[in-house]
């Protein structure tokens, strides 16, 4: 399918995907990266076959598939460096989990040889050391098509995911940046926001020290990478606003059924919820 495979950023995610094609597909991977020890850790346990931190190095590679593994927010400025080096032929995809406006500015820069795409996995961990070659095994993968993307690129992207195990799904960039700004950006500000107000409660006494595994599981993701992050919520400001929005009124009402003290309306506002969670991927 594809022998060369060019990956930008190789960390966590890069790193994982890489791991993944050299299993499924047997192919030599490129790695570019900022960072030159990413580099050399890359190649020293094996999950590129070479690399550069300077992105004019691709062009002797000449990778039949380049996929952007870094912050989104540097997706536009890497593009319109790429967009000299790459050939014609070359298809570029993506593993950012926010895509709407932003893969119609990417199809400006690079064509309708890009195909936005999405896996719904991942951890906590940053760094190429902690990269899993099964991540995406039996995890979705959103591809997001426009009606400019190249029929013969979109159905190369999805048979390489299905490849490594993943199930494949198509959806509407703008819908898909309304679906995980609810699902995940949203979760994730919290768990950042819960983190920052336990520090605020913390003047007498240091609370994190009491910490129970229902909080350690509940601000797990606060432990992500923080540029990351910053990217997906600026450049998926208003779905994540309104997450935010939607959150607060739900609280609100928690916090005066609390106050009214009207038991049977916070229990059934709690075996809502609860009966909600124990249904979740049944």
């Not at 060369?4 to 499924?24: D, H, Q, T």
């Not at 030599?28 to 990413?38: L, S």
């Not at 913390?202 to 601000?219: N, P, V, W």
Request: proline fraction near 4%; hydrophobic fraction near 45%; charged fraction near 25%.
């Amino acid at each position: 399918m594809f022998e060369r495979v060019a990956v930008i950023g190789v960390g966590f995610m890069g790193g994982s995907f890489a791991l993944a094609c050299k299993e499924a597909i047997n192919c030599q991977v490129f790695g570019v990266d900022i960072n030159p020890e990413a580099i050399k850790k890359g190649k020293d346990l094996g999950v590129i076959d070479e690399g550069s931190t300077n992105l004019e190095n691709i062009r002797e590679f000449d990778p039949q598939l380049l996929v952007l593994a870094t912050p989104v927010r540097t997706f536009i400025p890497i593009s319109q460096s790429l967009r000299h080096v790459l050939s014609p032929d070359c298809i570029v995809s993506d593993l950012g989990s926010v895509k709407g406006k932003l893969v119609y500015r990417m199809e400006e820069i690079l064509g309708e040889r890009f195909v936005g795409g999405h896996p719904i996995a991942g951890t906590e961990k940053a760094g190429v050391e902690n990269a899993i070659k099964d991540l995406f095994k039996d995890k979705r993968f959103i591809i997001t098509p426009t009606q400019r993307t190249d029929l013969l690129a979109k159905e190369k992207v999805s048979s390489l995911w299905k490849g490594l195990g993943s199930l494949v799904e198509e959806m509407d960039p703008y819908l898909h940046d309304f679906v995980f700004g609810a699902v995940s950006h949203l979760p994730h500000a919290i768990a950042f926001a819960l983190i920052d107000t336990i520090q605020k409660l913390s003047k007498e006494i240091d609370l994190f020290r009491y910490s129970g595994a229902g909080f350690r599981d509940f601000t797990r993701i606060a432990a992500s990478d923080p540029i990351m992050w910053r990217d997906i919520f600026l450049e998926n400001t208003q779905e994540v606003i309104k997450g935010i929005d939607a959150f607060i009124e739900s609280l609100l009402l928690l916090k005066n059924l609390i106050e009214k003290g009207d038991e049977k309306a916070l229990q059934e506002y709690l075996a809502f919820a609860s009966n909600k969670r124990k249904n979740i991927n049944q």
